[in-house]
Each structure stands twice: as structure tokens, then as C-alpha cells.
């Protein structure tokens, strides 16, 4: 198994960040530092990482958490933000985000120690889809609309076609349901300023099959059954 899969599956991190924890020296096979992410693992190595010694299919752990406003989505921050982990104080074991919501976004956000489901639902061509309720300014006509479905350039790449509808008007905001199959950085928001319009309020509702509920802001629980069978089903898949 390759060394950056053998940490994800062992919950130390999520496949990326797994990569970087190997560069950054931190990673040892039977008592040397390895830095070469071609390195495979054998069935008679010992990993170790932060001394401790790994193994994989741990005891995996899988959470949901609605993400206020004002807080990032990694374990610390160089400029002494508030992180989502500061919210977790109940729980015990390591655990890390899938994927991120931006500063200024609320809404559902997964937390596990699976690193394999990470990398399944963060990768590029993953199609799960993720929806967003979004408030913005004013008003937005159907050709707008129409752009937004069919694909806008936010920046040198154009998004997917998409669903976006139209839940709610009046005179100074509009709300919107977005349904996207992608992750870039800040996309709605940028997909919104394509069509020239300023998002006020933005949250994510859903991830695949699991939905935010009645979670208020910064409450967290752990997935259900039903809910951990539809990750596992993306594992087999």
C-alpha cells in the first residue's frame, strides 16, 4: 500500500494532508524518516507517526457539524482564528474536516478520522453533489439564471452545469438553492459574481445524501446509521 494511503487509513489524515505530513519528515518506517510519497508499505512494516505506531482500519469516527460564521476549517490558524476544531469539545479522538467551507460560510460540514472517505468525497471527479442556500442583493432574471446552469468562468475555469432555484423574492434580496458537483475555493460566491450579483448569507444544507437537519449553529453530532451506510456505500463503490 502506498505510504500516503496507509496514513489515511490508519486516521491520521486525510490523503493530501497525509503528503505533507511525509515531506515535512514526520513519518517513520521501521525507525527512519521516509520522505518519498512512492514509499510502500508492507504487511511486516511499523509506521509510526508523532510516536505512535500506526495501523490501519482503525476505529473509524464520523460527525457532523453546522459551521457558524467566523471560523476556519482546518485544525489552527497562523492568524489566531477561531478554527472549527474549537467546537468539538466533546470529542476525544483525532479527527479532521472533509474538505472546507470558506470564513464567511455556515452550514453542514463532515468531520472524520476515515482519511479514505476523505480523499473519495474531496476529489476532483468525486460528482457528489453539495447544496447551498444563498441570499444575495437584489434581484437575479431567469437568463442569469440559465448562465449560472449551464457553466460560469470564475476565474479561468468554468464550472459544471449545476441546479440553481429560486426560493424566495422581494424588493432587496433574492434566495437561491444551489446544487453543485464540484468544490473550488469560494465557489458559489464566485459563480455569483460572475453574474454580477453579492452574496449576503451563504450555507450549506447537504452532502450527498446527508442533510444538516434541525443542527443549530456550531452544534455537532454523530452520524447515524443510515447516514455512516451511505459513506460506507461510497467506499465500495
Do not use: W
Request: aromatic share 6%; hydrophobic share 30%; proline share 3%.
Amino acid at each position: 500500500m502506498r505510504i500516503n494511503k496507509y496514513l489515511a487509513s490508519s486516521g491520521v489524515a486525510s490523503r493530501r494532508k497525509a503528503e505533507e505530513l511525509i515531506l515535512e519528515g514526520k513519518v517513520k518506517v521501521n525507525g527512519k524518516v521516509v520522505t518519498n510519497l512512492a514509499t510502500d508499505i508492507k504487511p511486516t512494516d511499523v509506521v509510526n507517526y508523532e510516536n505512535q505506531t500506526l495501523r490501519t482500519n482503525p476505529n473509524f469516527f464520523y460527525f457532523k457539524l453546522n459551521k457558524p460564521k467566523g471560523y476556519v476549517t482546518t485544525s489552527s490558524d497562523e492568524k489566531g482564528r477561531k478554527t472549527v476544531m474549537e467546537l468539538l469539545r466533546g470529542v476525544h479522538t483525532r479527527v479532521f474536516p472533509i474538505g472546507r467551507l470558506d470564513y464567511d460560510t455556515e452550514g453542514l460540514l463532515l468531520l472524520t478520522n476515515d482519511g479514505e472517505l476523505t480523499n473519495i468525497i474531496t476529489k476532483p471527479n468525486s460528482e457528489i453533489e453539495k447544496t447551498y442556500v444563498a441570499t444575495i442583493n437584489g434581484q437575479i432574471d431567469d437568463v442569469e439564471i440559465k448562465k449560472l446552469c449551464s457553466g460560469v468562468d470564475i476565474g479561468g475555469y468554468v464550472t459544471k452545469p449545476c441546479s440553481v432555484i429560486k426560493m424566495e423574492e422581494n424588493s432587496a434580496t433574492t434566495k437561491l438553492k444551489i446544487t453543485i458537483t464540484e468544490g473550488k475555493n469560494r465557489q458559489i460566491r464566485k459563480m455569483l459574481e460572475a453574474v454580477n450579483k453579492e452574496v449576503k448569507f451563504l450555507k450549506r444544507t447537504q452532502i450527498g445524501e446527508i442533510h444538516l437537519g434541525g443542527l443549530s449553529r456550531g452544534e455537532y453530532v454523530k452520524l447515524n446509521s443510515k447516514e455512516i451506510k451511505y459513506l460506507n456505500k461510497l467506499k465500495s463503490n
